[in-house]
């Protein structure tokens, strides 16, 4: 096998854990032992693995159909699943395009929003770029790449891509800057709202959204928000638009849409963006779009159960003070000797350690050393991620915190000493 963002080279000497089964926020590997899943399996579970309820949806549905598709067909879990997400989502959005990923979520966005505005025609077809941030991260599709802006992950495909404005994140007067000379030629802002994930957990300041919404309001851009990672929760509101009552044109929903079963992704738009899609079948204004699995019944039937659980355990309730003892409990790992800065919101957070040399992979050993200590965390260069359950016990959590500060603490004792600044 090759492994998604791995260097092979030294993999298989690393010994790879071979996960058994899972139960709730644990992960139980192959040899028996057991594993806080500091990571909700890459961001994805919400209520924790195997839960009954999801567990028998997926199993009913099993019952009828595993698959069938929705080029020419359509089936009542996708028409549930549409309504009970338009009816959640921020206000203005009213229609449901599936997929099977975040990345595909986002490509599908950038494809509707540019097809968009060819159909206007006129003025409104010169309206053909993309604004992005630096340090976004959207997939790993041609497309998603091209709006993202990692240069770690993205740099070297730069010949392929499409070309884009990039804006400060967080920074309101660069992107008025770029859209004061650009607006007119510009089809949408791409932006994941309120938290950016894969750039290390960085927070944009409050107030940041809403001014991005009415500067595309302004300048009659779209707005695509990209939640894959913050939706279903995560920033302690059902989606992060919430924050700041903003309405995006199009909402990218992946990762968590399954509580974390199946691969599914929708994009959800606006009558607006629908209605331009609208005329003769000669006329070919249709979205030619859509993958095989778009939409799958198994998939659907576990989201729709996910948002009941949502319901029935009161998930966002009982999340809130979840979230301040987090805060809490990451006050002295802020304080250990190689962390530079600890970055939160809701239940995501990313711990940065500062000023050690590349190669010695820091977050990488602090992995490690939280397997070790029973803890499966994943970082981004060096910046520790922690991004548990929604449904973690707080006495879990607690115990996620502390096996991560110890783990810091006994990579940061066995590197070498910190370049200074
Ligand atoms: C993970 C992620 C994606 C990509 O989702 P995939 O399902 O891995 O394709 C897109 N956008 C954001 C913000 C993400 O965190």
Redesign the pocket.
């Known amino acids: 096998m090759w492994h998604p963002f791995t260097q092979q080279r030294g993999w298989e000497e690393e010994a790879p854990l071979f996960i058994e089964h899972a139960e709730g926020a644990d992960l139980f590997d192959t040899e028996g032992r057991h594993y806080i899943d500091g990571v909700s399996s890459l961001?994805c579970t919400v209520h924790g693995h195997r839960h009954p309820s999801i567990d028998r949806a997926v199993r009913e549905q099993l019952g009828r159909v595993a698959h069938t598709t929705m080029l020419g067909l359509s089936h009542p879990p996708a028409v549930e699943l549409a309504r009970r997400l338009v009816g959640l989502a921020p206000p203005g959005l009213a229609r449901v395009f599936y997929s099977d990923?975040?990345?595909?979520a986002?490509e599908v966005a950038l494809k509707m929003a540019f097809q968009f505005w060819q159909q206007q025609g006129g003025e409104a077809a010169r309206r053909t770029r993309f604004v992005s941030l630096r340090g976004a991260?959207?997939?790993?599709t041609v497309g998603?790449v091209s709006v993202g802006g990692i240069d770690l992950f993205h740099s070297i495909y730069r010949p392929l891509l499409f070309d884009t404005l990039t804006a400060e994140p967080g920074d309101a007067a660069d992107l008025e800057r770029i859209l004061d000379s650009h607006g007119h030629e510009v089809a949408a802002v791409v932006v994941?709202p309120i938290v950016q994930?894969?750039a290390g957990i960085l927070l944009h300041p409050p107030g940041y959204l809403r001014d991005v919404r009415d500067l595309c309001d302004r300048h009659g851009v779209l707005l695509i928000c990209?939640e894959?990672?913050v939706g279903f929760g995560r920033t302690g509101r059902m989606f992060a638009c919430e924050h700041e009552g903003v309405s995006p044109d199009f909402l990218?929903l992946?990762?968590g849409i399954t509580g974390g079963y199946l691969p599914l992704?929708a994009t959800l738009t606006s009558e607006r963006i629908y209605e331009g899609f609208l005329g003769r079948f000669e006329e070919f204004r249709a979205f030619f779009h859509g993958h095989t699995y778009t939409g799958n019944p198994l998939a659907c039937a576990a989201a729709l159960a996910s948002l009941d659980v949502f319901e029935e355990e009161q998930t966002l309730e009982r999340l809130q003070p979840k979230i301040a003892l987090l805060e809490d409990l990451l006050g002295p790992v802020a304080a250990l000797p190689g962390v530079a800065e600890v970055r939160q919101r809701g239940l995501m957070c990313g711990i940065a350690l500062a000023g050690f040399p590349i190669e010695e992979r820091m977050g990488h050993r602090v992995t490690l050393e939280a397997r070790d200590r029973g803890a499966i965390v994943r970082p981004l260069g060096d910046v520790v991620i922690l991004m548990p359950p929604l449904s973690i016990s707080a006495e879990k959590l607690t115990r996620l915190v502390e096996i991560v500060g110890a783990a810091i603490a006994a990579a940061v004792a066995a590197a070498p000493l910190p370049v200074a600044a």
């Open positions: 961001w990923s975040g990345s595909t986002v991260y959207h997939g790993d998603s994941e994930g894969a990209d894959v990672a990218c992946a990762k992704a």
